[in-house]
């Protein structure tokens, strides 16, 4: 599936971005360690609520980070 390939990929940018690693990303955001680590392989999707929090750490649309923008 598209998606999460884009979604994994700009999860990791914007880690990479922010010189964090997934236990900070789990500190930061309260998402477990887990879901995270299975959103970066591309085994799960996150939940909507899940990837709000994602984009309110990121400070981007939701849009761009699933590959529906690209800017």
């Known amino acids: 599936m598209e998606h999460d390939v884009k979604l994994a990929e700009r999860l990791r940018e914007f880690m990479d971005l922010r010189d964090i690693n997934q236990r900070q990303l789990e500190l930061a955001t309260k998402l477990s360690n887990q879901a995270i680590s299975f959103w970066l392989s591309k085994q799960r999707l996150p ?25």
Do not use: I, K, N, T
Not at 62 to 70: A, F, K, S
């Open 47 to 71: 939940s909507l609520l899940s990837l709000w929090d994602l984009a309110d750490y990121f400070d981007c649309s939701l849009d761009y980070l699933v590959g529906r923008e690209d800017h």
